[in-house]
């Protein structure tokens, strides 16, 4: 995003609602942890600020075990590897000897 773009946006203020989950950073650096639908809380020192998102807050392990596409997969045979799919080539394999 330009500048120029940047120049009119107006990050949120203390006292307004928490759109997205996150940690945000205010312009003293403070950081906090907040929930969607929490106010924005003001700094003890600064009062009245501006927050911005320092980062998301999201989770990906909804049943709480690593998703299946992560964990290390067995060495396959040939014929296995053809049973997974037809055009699979031998050489695309590992295989134990």
């Known amino acids: 995003m330009s500048e120029q773009q ?8 203390s006292g307004e609602p928490v759109e997205v989950d996150g940690v945000y950073k205010n312009e ?4 906090e942890k907040l929930s969607r639908g929490d106010i924005f809380p003001a700094d003890p020192q600064l009062g009245t600020t ?8 999201f989770e990906n392990h ?16 040939s014929l296995e590897a053809h049973l997974q799919h037809p055009r699979r080539h031998p050489k695309d394999t590992k295989e134990t000897n």
């Open 50 to 57: 501006e927050w911005e998102l320092a980062q998301l807050d």
């Open 28 to 31: 003293w650096g403070r950081e």
């Open 62 to 77: 909804h049943e709480g075990t690593t998703d299946v596409r992560l964990v290390a997969k067995k060495e396959t045979s």
């Open 6 to 13: 940047r120049h009119f946006e107006m990050e949120p203020m």
